[in-house]
C-alpha cells in the first residue's frame, strides 16, 4: 500500500504481513520526487511480484526520468530496474502469465509515446508492443486481457475523433492488427480497461445522446459492433460489468 508520511513530495511503498501486522518497505524509503503522485504500482495475479515507477535521483517532476522495478513483496527490501531510464515512464500492468509487464513510456521528451513489455525474468530486454502509428495517429489508452497473452490499445488521429482499435499478442511485439477504424469512443465503460472482458474477445461502451445504449466491440472480427441494449430507453446506460464465465 502508499503511504504519504510528510510532505507531497515524499511517499512510501510499504508491504504488510497479515499474520504478524508488521510494515516493511517494498524496495526502501524513498527521497522527494523519487515515488511522486500519481502513485502508481500493480500486482501479478499469483502475489508474487510487484510492478512500480521510481525517478531517478534529482528527478523534480511526477513524470521522470525514471525506470520500471520489479519487487517481490514476500521478500521486501529489494528491487530489480527492468528497464532502462526513460524521460517518462507510466501504467505499469501485468500479463495472464504473471511474468510479463508492460509500460508506456518516452525515451525522451517529445519522442513518441511507446507501449513496451518486457519479461520480469530476463530485466532490460524491452520490447515495443505496439506498430508504429499511422502518419497523424498517436497511442491512445492501453490494456492487457486477464486470461490470455494479448493487448489491446487505441490510436487517436490528430483530428480528435475517429479513433483506431488494435490487437497484438505478447509473443509477437509489435505485430499488430488493427480490428476497428473510425471508432466512435462515446463513453468507455471503463476507461482504463476499455470496457474489456477477461477473455479480451468483446469490449463495451456507451454511446449516444441523450440517452446511452450500450455497445459491444469484437475484438476478433474486423469493424463488428453491436447495440446490446434498446434504443428506446430515456434514461442510458450508467453501469456495466462482465460476469466471469466459470
Do not use: K
Request: glycine share 8%.
Amino acid at each position: 500500500f502508499v503511504q504519504q508520511p510528510n510532505s507531497n513530495q515524499f511517499w512510501d511503498l510499504l508491504v504488510i504481513d497479515r499474520a504478524t501486522s508488521a510494515e516493511n518497505h517494498l524496495f526502501r524509503a524513498f527521497q522527494a520526487f523519487e515515488f511522486p503522485a500519481p502513485q502508481e504500482f500493480a500486482l501479478n495475479t499469483a502475489g508474487d511480484a510487484a510492478c512500480f515507477r521510481l525517478n531517478e535521483a534529482g528527478a523534480s517532476g511526477s513524470t521522470g526520468p525514471g525506470r520500471v522495478y520489479v519487487a517481490n513483496p514476500a521478500a521486501p527490501g529489494s528491487a530489480t530496474a527492468v528497464s532502462a531510464v526513460a524521460s517518462y515512464n507510466y501504467r505499469c500492468d501485468w500479463a495472464a502469465d504473471g511474468r510479463r509487464l508492460a509500460f508506456l513510456s518516452r525515451s525522451v521528451n517529445g519522442a513518441p509515446l511507446q507501449w513496451q513489455v518486457v519479461d520480469r525474468t530476463a530485466p532490460l530486454a524491452v520490447s515495443t508492443l505496439n506498430a508504429t502509428p499511422p502518419a497523424g495517429e498517436q497511442l491512445g489508452i492501453v490494456t492487457l486481457a486477464r486470461q490470455r497473452l494479448r493487448g489491446y490499445y487505441t490510436t487517436t488521429p490528430s483530428t480528435g475523433s475517429g479513433q483506431s482499435l488494435w490487437r497484438v499478442d505478447l509473443d509477437q511485439p509489435g505485430q499488430a492488427t488493427r480490428f476497428f477504424a473510425g471508432w466512435e469512443n462515446g463513453l468507455p465503460i471503463d476507461p482504463e480497461r476499455l470496457g474489456l472482458n477477461a477473455e479480451g474477445t468483446m469490449l463495451a461502451y456507451r454511446r449516444g445522446s441523450p440517452a446511452t445504449r450500450l455497445f459491444l466491440v469484437s475484438t476478433e472480427a474486423a469493424q463488428y459492433e453491436f447495440p446490446i441494449t434498446r434504443s428506446d430507453a430515456t434514461r442510458g446506460v450508467t453501469l456495466f460489468t462482465w460476469l466471469p464465465e466459470n
